[in-house]
């Protein structure tokens, strides 16, 4: 059974920073893309950052770019989200995700098969 199990969220200020992780078990992705969605109430799952299996292909959203960086551990099996610079508008459960698909780096929740059950990140103001 595929687990994906994200770690780190919590109660910040804007301006500061947090450290997600998501730790995959039940079999390997490394030869997959993974990403980082998330879910703020009344919205949208939205993409946040996507990399490719060997890290040299990463995208960001607009609204994070600059903000946050995505990188991952193949040997460990996890995929690493560090925020900076946190502003309100980041408040949301962020979930991260797999697809079966090695071809390319999705950017669309639709495209990626395996999710966590997200982590919760506040940022007050």
Known sequence: QVQL????GGLVQAGDSLRLSCA?????FD?????WFRQAPGKEREFVAAISWSGD???YA???KGRFII???NAKNTVYLQMNSLKPEDTAVYYCAA???RLAVPVRPKEYDYWGQGTQVTVSS
């Open 5 to 8: 199990v994200e770690s780190g």
């Open 24 to 28: 995959a078990s039940g079999r390997t």
């Open 31 to 35: 030869r997959n893309p993974m990403g």
């Open 57 to 59: 292909s990463i995208y």
């Open 62 to 64: 607009d609204s994070v």
């Open 71 to 73: 990188s991952r551990d």
């Open 99 to 101: 697809p079966t698909t």
